[in-house]
C-alpha cells in the first residue's frame, strides 16, 4: 500500500499557471483550460496529512466526473474531457467568491449552530424543535465566503448582494442552479439507497454564461446517509450511519488531532491507510453503483502524461 500519486510536477505545452491545491495539482494551458489532477492526498482540518491514500485520486475524480455528466442536462458545466482516471481537462472559469453549500438535513455546522441556541445560519430561520440530523422542511442553502487563507466564513444572500460580492441577478441564477442539482443529485443518491443529506457548489462564469465548476458529490464535498434505517435510527436518537470522510476526522480527533497549533498528526501506518482506501472505494461503488476498477500505479505518472498530452491535442484542433 506505499504506492500513490503524491504531487505531480508536469510542463505542458503553453502552460501559463500551476497550482497545488490540497488534493489537486491545477495546471492552466493558454489561460484557457484546466488540468485538474486528482491526487491522492487527503486533508482534515484544512491539513494536507502527510500520506496519500492510494486510489483515492481516482474515486474522487470518477464520481465527480459521471456526476456532472449525470446534471449536464440542468446546469452547464465546465468539464470537457476525463481522458484519465485521476484527470479532468476544463474551461478555465472566473470563479464566484463564494460556495453555494445547500443542506436538506439539521447535521454537520448547521446542527452545531441550532444546538449553540441560534435559530438564525446564513439568514435563514430554522423552526424550533428539531433533533441532530432531522430533515429540515424543505433545503436551506447556506453560502459560505471562498477564503484564500484560512476557514470560510458563513455569509447571508443579503450580504453577498449588498456587498456587491455577486450581483443579485447572478445570485437568483446561482440559487436555482443549486436547488436543481441537489434535487437531481438527491434523486441519484436515492436510487442507490442513500440520501444526500448536505453538498456544496462551486460556480463561475467562462465567455459570460455562468457554469457549475469542479467537483460534485464527492465525498469530500458532500455527506450522505444510508436511507435504509435512517428513520428507525432518528426515532430512537441512535448515530445515523455516515458515507463521507468523516470516519477519518473521527480517528484523528480520537488521536488528539483537530489542526490546531502545536498538535501532531498520528501515524499513519499501512494497515490505516489500507482501510481508509477500501472505504473510499466501498464509497464509489455505492454512491455511482458500478464496480471500481484499480488503475496500476506502475508507470502512473508517464500514463496520465500521455493521456493528458494526447487530449490536449484533440481539444486544440477542434
Known amino acids: 500500500m506505499t504506492q500513490a500519486i503524491g504531487n505531480t510536477t508536469f510542463e505542458f505545452q503553453d502552460q501559463t499557471n500551476f497550482y497545488r491545491g490540497k488534493v489537486r495539482d491545477v495546471y492552466t494551458i493558454s489561460d484557457q483550460w484546466l488540468v485538474m489532477i486528482a491526487s491522492d492526498r487527503i486533508s482534515a482540518f484544512d491539513v494536507v496529512l502527510p500520506r496519500p491514500i492510494p486510489f483515492k485520486g481516482q474515486v474522487l475524480n470518477q464520481i465527480a466526473s459521471q456526476m456532472l455528466d449525470?446534471?449536464?442536462?440542468?446546469?452547464?458545466?465546465?468539464k470537457m474531457a476525463s481522458p484519465d482516471p485521476n484527470v479532468t481537462i476544463g474551461k478555465k472559469c472566473v470563479p464566484f467568491a463564494v460556495e453555494m453549500v445547500?443542506?436538506?438535513?439539521?447535521?454537520?455546522?448547521?446542527?452545531?449552530?441550532?444546538?449553540?441556541?441560534?435559530?438564525?445560519?446564513?439568514?435563514v430561520t430554522l423552526p424550533e424543535g428539531l433533533k441532530e440530523h432531522d430533515k429540515l422542511p424543505n433545503p436551506i442553502i447556506t453560502p459560505t465566503t471562498k477564503a484564500?487563507?484560512?476557514?470560510?466564513?458563513?455569509?447571508?444572500?443579503?450580504?453577498?448582494?449588498e456587498q456587491g460580492i455577486v450581483s443579485e441577478s447572478d445570485y437568483l441564477i446561482l440559487e436555482d442552479y443549486t436547488r436543481k442539482l441537489y434535487q437531481r443529485g438527491t434523486e441519484l443518491a436515492a436510487a442507490q439507497g442513500l440520501i444526500l443529506v448536505d453538498t456544496k457548489y462551486e460556480f463561475g462564469k467562462f465567455e459570460n454564461e455562468i457554469i457549475l465548476m469542479d467537483e460534485i458529490h464527492t465525498p469530500d464535498s458532500s455527506r450522505y446517509f444510508y436511507a435504509e434505517g435512517y428513520a428507525e435510527r432518528q426515532a430512537n436518537g441512535d448515530k445515523q450511519k455516515q458515507l463521507?470522510?468523516?470516519?477519518?476526522?473521527e480517528w484523528l480527533i480520537a488521536n488528539n488531532f483537530m489542526g490546531k497549533e502545536g498538535q501532531v498528526v498520528p501515524t499513519m501506518t499501512d494497515t490505516w491507510l489500507e482501510e481508509i482506501s477500501n472505504r473510499y472505494i466501498e464509497l464509489f461503488e455505492r454512491v455511482t453503483g458500478k464496480s471500481f476498477v484499480r488503475q496500476e500505479y506502475?508507470?502512473?505518472?508517464?500514463?496520465?502524461?500521455?493521456?493528458?498530452?494526447?487530449?490536449?491535442?484533440?481539444?486544440?484542433?477542434?
Open 244 to 249: 463521507s470522510k468523516e470516519f477519518v476526522r
Open 70 to 78: 449525470a446534471t449536464s442536462d440542468l446546469v452547464p458545466n465546465w
Open 148 to 161: 484564500s487563507e484560512g476557514h470560510d466564513e458563513d455569509i447571508s444572500r443579503e450580504q453577498i448582494i
Open 298 to 318: 506502475e508507470n502512473a505518472e508517464s500514463r496520465i502524461l500521455s493521456s493528458i498530452n494526447e487530449a490536449l491535442v484533440r481539444l486544440k484542433s477542434v
Open 102 to 123: 445547500i443542506r436538506g438535513y439539521l447535521t454537520g455546522h448547521a446542527w452545531r449552530t441550532y444546538e449553540s441556541g441560534k435559530r438564525i445560519l446564513c439568514g
